[in-house]
């Protein structure tokens, strides 16, 4: 598995002795793009790089936007949220029903470094994902010093857990998720870039492969 916590909900599911099941994160290597077309315009952009599963839970950040139109609507008027989604996707009846479309950028499927220009050029992420084997875009974004609000979850916790630029948020709760965006609105800032320790990596992955080769 990649994270502790999953080790933990993994011996509570499976009769396997604690022994047998080892935690080994991603190797992680955030490249540095030093030509970033920096947004033209006076919005806040929040980037949320996700597919349209119901876990990634997308419905809370539509609920928050509607919150903030309803009343903070001077904040709303001044919001993007870019989505890695196409133009008809899932989600647009309920955009729709909501009326708050005009807040959200529907980006298609970003090439990586076109991704990572946005961690270095908008003002937060926003992960309000409640099922993830690693979460791949928190440690990408805190690589940058960018802001992100995430769920308040173990997975978020083993991934950034330290890192000074996040914070932790309900994942039900779209109150919450729309104070933390106003907080982003009101207080724009880089942090220090989150160094990740790799503490193992492909090679423990294969040298346990061969290991069990041999047995």
Partial sequence: VQIPSIKELFLKKFPIKEENVHVIPPEFHCENINECQEPNDDYIHFVYPATPFLYKNHSVLLAALYYLKINEAEIYGRIKLHLTLPERNALNKKIDAL??????????????????????TMQALLFPSYIESFGLPLLEAASTGMSIVAADLPYVHDVIGDYDGVKFVDYKDEKAWASAMKGVFYDQKRNLPYKYKNKCGWSDFFALIERLKIK
Wanted: proline residues 5%.
């Fill in 99 to 120: 009326g708050i479309k005009d807040a959200i950028v529907f980006e298609g499927v970003v090439p990586y470094l076109k991704l990572l220009s946005y961690y270095q």
